[in-house]
């Protein structure tokens, strides 16, 4: 539902989109850029990283499907694979079932893509203060197949809460749904659908790490197909 009513806007050119795939996309982007990876380039099925991997033996193929790393490839999509013995100046091609695709899509909706999660909440939202009030800004929720996420609907809230604070910016009915669900809460909780999926297949320590808000302080962006760690003010 939540992508869905994105694409619906996808005739509206937005300044900056933000991606949030809390569980597990972005916290796992994140991870991999601060421990070094050179970047993280996502793609929307297994034969494009496939394809990749072929073309350049030296990436490390990385992603799952149904929670579980992908047959053959070198890394699943838990953030905590993503050390810094491992992905240290790699490139890392990510294919997962709604993350990398939602990232894919936001490139089409906007001039600029940012990479967040509860990880680097903090500085994704200096990022977007910086632009003046008027900035059209699209906040994109992964979600799980088509269903709205409960964990990235509280990111959005945390990122629109925290924007919103000082100053007045138009909201759409997701982004003041998705602000009340954060006013209420206060902090991440971690008990929707995808959330005891993963705890099912065994992941608790995934869930455990990507609500540790501000963990990881970096800025991740999109360019040319590759999301790099940015500077930021
Ligand atoms: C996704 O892209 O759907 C998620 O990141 C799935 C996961 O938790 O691995």
């Not at 409960?150 to 602000?179: C, F, P, W």
Request: charged share 25%; hydrophobic share 40%; proline share 2%.
């Amino acid at each position: 539902e939540w992508i869905t009513e994105q694409r619906k806007l996808c005739v509206k050119q937005f300044n900056v989109s933000v991606v949030i795939d809390v569980l597990r996309a972005t916290s796992t982007v994140i991870t991999a850029l601060s421990n070094g990876a050179r970047s993280v380039i996502p793609v929307s099925n297994i034969e494009e990283a496939l394809e990749l991997k072929h073309r350049h033996p030296e990436y490390i193929i990385a992603g799952e499907r149904g929670g579980q790393r992908i047959e053959g490839f070198q890394l699943g999509n838990s953030p905590t694979e993503y050390a810094e013995a491992v992905v240290r100046d790699k490139t890392i091609v990510l294919t997962t079932s709604n993350g990398t695709n939602a990232i894919i899509h936001a490139s089409n909706l906007a001039e600029r893509v940012l990479i967040a999660s509860f990880l680097n909440l903090t500085t994704v939202v200096h990022e977007l203060a910086g632009y003046d009030s008027s900035t059209n800004i699209a906040i994109v929720c992964a979600g799980n197949n088509g269903e709205i996420s409960y964990e990235d609907t509280q990111v959005a809230g945390a990122i629109i809460s925290k924007l919103t604070k000082n100053r007045a910016h138009y909201l759409s009915d997701s982004s003041k749904i998705a602000m009340k669900l954060w006013h209420a809460l206060k902090k991440p909780n971690f008990s929707g659908e995808h959330a005891k999926k993963l705890s099912q297949l065994g992941f608790d320590k995934d869930l455990e790490f990507c609500q540790k808000v501000d963990y990881i302080p970096i800025l991740a962006e999109l360019r040319d197909g590759k999301i790099i760690k940015v500077e930021y003010n």
